[in-house]
């Protein structure tokens, strides 16, 4: 199956249209990081990062974002941005597999 191309939309335009579906939820961004080099760097931009909505990751996978989960990387560039979801789920995650004191060092 050939890639999905969006070659003609400007970089902002594209900025503004993930941003928007990141905020619904983050499986939507999935489709833009399959499109290649470009839709990889739009969707892991800082900015996207830290509006991204990843409860339902979280909702419908738990174990995607566990130490060795498929989410796990791109769960972390949220958390490292400050997406507050992400930080209040990953400190909820270490509290529970490393001990209470860990989960509170990332909160």
Sequence with gaps: MPKPQITNLPNEIMSKIIEHLGKESAWYLGPFLRTGKRGYELVHQPSILK?????????????????????????????????????????????????????????
């Excluded at 566990?66 to 400190?91: H, M, P, S």
């Design 51 to 107: 509006r991204c909505n990843v409860t339902p990751i979280v909702d419908e996978t738990p174990s995607a974002i566990e130490f060795f989960g498929n989410f796990r990387t791109f769960f972390l560039k949220c958390v490292g941005v400050g997406n507050v979801e992400a930080i209040y789920y990953e400190g909820l995650h270490r509290a529970t597999s490393l001990g209470v004191e860990e989960g509170i060092k990332v909160l």
